[in-house]
Structure formats: structure tokens, C-alpha cells
T-cell receptor
Framework: NAGVTQTPKFQVLKTGQSMTLQCAQD?????MYWYRQDPGMGLRLIYY???????DKGEVPNGYNVSRLNKREFSLRLESAAPSQTSVYFC????????????????FGEGSWLTVV | TQLLEQSPQFLSIQEGENLTVYCNSS?????LQWYRQEPGEGPVLLVT?????EVKKLKRLTFQFGDARKDSSLHITAAQPGDTGLYLC?????????????FGEGTQLTVNP
């Protein structure tokens, strides 16, 4: 069972370079999310897509763009990477657009480690 | 500003001890979830609590949602080394554009044999 798949797993970028983190889920989920995780900060929401065709900003959207390519795929783009974007990035998905619940669980990918030097 | 504050941030205990992790907020949430995360992996859902005052048990783990739905606690009885990990609470709220989860900073638990 693939679940939520993120690529790449590890990436080192130079300041100013651009890159796209790819995410795909095979569970036919409607909602997809991008989070970043930093020490002592928990997970912070960057962007989310409640359903195919919609995207919205989360808590920390500056410096990022997203594309909900289709129901399966939700990509995160860094146009001009900065050292402050060094982090672990998690993609997640959820079946429905309603609140998380026992029947509407969020599933996370394994994370993408990004270092900007 | 962290909307959800967890305490303690770090906890190192001996096998067999009991512990409690707290998750507090000034905001009301529709539901609250607890996750456990191991190194190199994404968070995995442990439980969802929805009703104020609700208590749920998962083997040696007891989760409680505050009456006002602003806080929660996780109590582990007789901790084992396999309980070691990062525990995250997350509050769910409904936004006009969809539902969102806000995470606490996490509690890193180490259970020593």
C-alpha cells in the first residue's frame, strides 16, 4: 500500500535555486496538505487543497506556491530557495473535506528533508 | 505565536513510570487529535476526541478532551521503551475554505529500559 508518496526524500539546494516537491496519494482522498516541521515548532501548515481545483494559504505560505494537478497530486514549489526554508516537509491527505475525525483521518507521507545552503 | 502549547517539550523517564503530556490553547476546537511520530517517518494518528470531557483509552494510553474543548491530556501508564517517540496534539477547526489542523510543538518522550 503506497498511501502518500513524496519525492524527493532528500535535497540540497543553493540559495536562490528553485525546486518542486512532488506528492501523490492513491487513496482517492479529496483534501491534501503541505506542512513543514522545524525543531520546537511542531508542524505548520503551508498550503492546503480542500478539494480538487482549490488551494488556500495556511499559516506560513510566503516563499511557496502549490498546484493541485489532479485529485491524486499536490506539488509544492520553492521559486527562490532561502536558508530559512531548510526544513522537513510533509505532504498529507484526508478522505473528505469535513473536519478530521475517526472516519476522516489524515495520512502523512514520510517527509522530504530539504537543506538550503 | 503557537496556538496549541504542549508541555513538557522533553520527557525522559524510566520504564514502568507513568507520565502525562498536556496540550493547551485559548481557542476552542471542534476536535483534537493526538499523533505519534518516529524518526524518519510522518505522524501517525493515535486518537481523535470530539466531545468536551471525553475520555478515550488505547491500551495503556488515556486521552482526555477538556470540558471547554480548549485543552487535552495524554496519560501513559507503565511506560515502555516502545513508547519512545514524538507526541503531537492537533486541534481541528472549520475554516470557510475547509477544515484545518493546527499542531502543537510536540513532546519528545524517551523511555529508558
Amino acid at each position: 500500500n503506497a498511501g502518500v508518496t513524496q519525492t524527493p526524500k532528500f535535497q540540497v539546494l543553493k540559495t536562490g535555486q528553485s525546486m518542486t516537491l512532488q506528492c501523490a496519494q492513491d487513496m482517492n482522498h479529496n483534501s491534501m496538505y503541505w506542512y513543514r516541521q522545524d525543531p520546537g515548532m511542531g508542524l505548520r501548515l503551508i498550503y492546503y487543497s480542500a478539494s480538487e481545483g482549490t488551494t488556500d494559504k495556511g499559516e506560513v505560505p510566503n516563499g511557496y506556491n502549490v498546484s493541485r494537478l489532479n485529485k491524486r497530486e499536490f506539488s509544492l514549489r520553492l521559486e527562490s530557495a532561502a536558508p530559512s526554508q531548510t526544513s522537513v516537509y510533509f505532504c498529507a491527505s484526508k478522505p473528505g473535506t469535513s473536519l478530521p475525525s475517526s472516519g476522516n483521518t489524515i495520512y502523512f507521507g514520510e517527509g522530504s528533508w530539504l537543506t538550503v545552503v | 505565536t503557537q496556538l496549541l502549547e504542549q508541555s513538557p517539550q522533553f520527557l525522559s523517564i524510566q520504564e514502568g513510570e507513568n507520565l502525562t503530556v498536556y496540550c493547551n490553547s485559548s481557542s476552542v476546537f471542534s476536535s483534537l487529535q493526538w499523533y505519534r511520530q518516529e524518526p524518519g517517518e510522518g505522524p501517525v494518528l493515535l486518537v481523535t476526541v470530539v466531545t468536551g470531557g471525553e475520555v478515550k483509552k488505547l491500551k495503556r494510553l488515556t486521552f482526555q478532551f477538556g470540558d471547554a474543548r480548549k485543552d487535552s491530556s495524554l496519560h501513559i501508564t507503565a511506560a515502555q521503551p516502545g513508547d519512545t517517540g514524538l507526541y503531537l496534539c492537533a486541534g481541528a477547526r472549520w475554516e470557510t475554505s475547509g477544515s484545518r489542523l493546527t499542531f502543537g510543538e510536540g513532546t519528545q518522550l524517551t523511555v529508558n529500559p
